[in-house]
């Protein structure tokens, strides 16, 4: 079984989080998405509207996914493919060349993100409606 990770804080879902799961996914058999906690939201200085749990529960409904685990630290990458058995890495390209460290351990992939939609775009589109 060829396993695939990605990680993210997946607020207020939208369509380009969809299509990088359904990207991410089609690189394998099964996707395991580390999940930013509240806690580490506030190191990435991200305020999620949905909580942790409600983030999880959300992800843990796409057809794409199928294990939601939490991300704590910047640092927990290589134990995660470690422990999970992860071939494949991917992130969105606004992340291309940051985790190329990870590639003594699983193929690493930067995807094309999707253009003209992002959570701060929702929120900010929403304020003068
Ligand atoms: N994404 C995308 N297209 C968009 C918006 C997001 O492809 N229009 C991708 C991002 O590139 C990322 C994933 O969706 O791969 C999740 O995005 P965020 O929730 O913003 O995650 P981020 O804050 O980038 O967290 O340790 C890594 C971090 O946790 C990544």
Redo the contacts with the bound molecule.
Sequence with gaps: MKKVI??????LL?W??I??LERAKAQGDHLTVVL?TDEFNAI?H?HAYHSYEHRKYILESIKYVDKVIP?NT?DQ?IRDILTENIDVFV?????EGEFDFLEDYCKVLY?P???N???TKIKDDLKYV
């Design positions: 990605t990680y993210g804080t997946f607020d939208h380009g989080h299509r990088i930013s990435k991200k991300e910047w990458k992130m969105g390209d606004d992340w995807l993100r999707t253009e939609i992002s959570t």
